[in-house]
């Protein structure tokens, strides 16, 4: 654990009391949380336990649990909001040299909504597509800062940049999918509606996940 990040902080539940921390599904290398300024209902995060700048550090086992973990959510989310999610990651190279994140620590955001074409924010930037998880991880690790975004269809897009605003990813689809939400968090926790996408998750985990 590492001091002054939030995500280990929640990580250890002990630290955080209020609820609207509380964590949506454990694994042994992450957790899931409800994103704070909920963009939509459903909007949830991440987290990887260990303290990494990226995901494309994991290792071959974390990754694996990863792939699974990321299956399961996307039912869950189908069955509760009807659609299949968006993924995105802000990807640090270390904490000064960053891919548009507010907090230096491996984490992707789900979007309980339906994007299938490419933003029309990224077009000023060089792109690079994947069709795979695994071939957009062996080129990620080595091009960090970097911004990645997988589509409803699972088309996966990625800009390597280092002047990347912070929020990019939530300004990014409130713009793309006019989303009547304000992007930056920091205005808005929306702890209510964060209790709720908890309760919804939590509900559907217990009584539907296998």
């Known amino acids: 654990m590492t001091e002054d990040c939030i995500f280990c902080e929640i ?3 002990n630290r955080v009391k209020d609820d609207y921390n ?3 599904i454990d694994t042994q ?3 899931v949380v409800a994103g704070r300024g909920q963009i939509c209902d459903g909007y949830m995060i991440i987290c990887a336990r260990k303290h990494l700048f990226n995901m494309s550090l ?3 086992e974390e990754w694996a649990e990863l792939m699974r973990l990321k299956s399961r959510i996307r039912r869950m989310v189908k069955e509760i909001y009807g659609c299949n999610p968006l993924f995105f990651e802000h990807g640090d190279a270390d904490c000064t040299n960053r891919g548009g994140s507010c907090i230096s620590h491996a984490h992707i ?3 309980p909504q339906t994007l299938k074409k490419v933003p029309q924010m990224l077009h000023k930037f060089s792109l690079f597509y994947f069709d795979s998880p695994d071939e957009w991880k062996h080129f990620a690790v080595l091009h960090s800062p970097y911004f990645t975004l997988e589509l409803s269809d699972g088309k996966i897009i990625m800009i390597h940049e280092t002047n990347l605003p912070c929020q990019f990813g939530r300004q990014l689809l409130v713009t793309e999918l006019g989303l009547p939400v304000e992007w930056d968090w920091r ?4 702890a209510g509606r ?3 996408t908890i309760e919804e998750c939590v509900q559907w985990r217990i009584s539907c996940w296998q």
């Open 11 to 13: 990580e250890d539940g």
């Open 109 to 111: 955001h789900v979007v």
């Open 22 to 24: 509380r964590h949506i």
């Open 58 to 60: 994991l290792e071959e």
């Open 29 to 31: 290398h992450f957790f």
């Open 187 to 190: 205005k808005g926790l929306d």
């Open 194 to 196: 964060m209790r709720r």
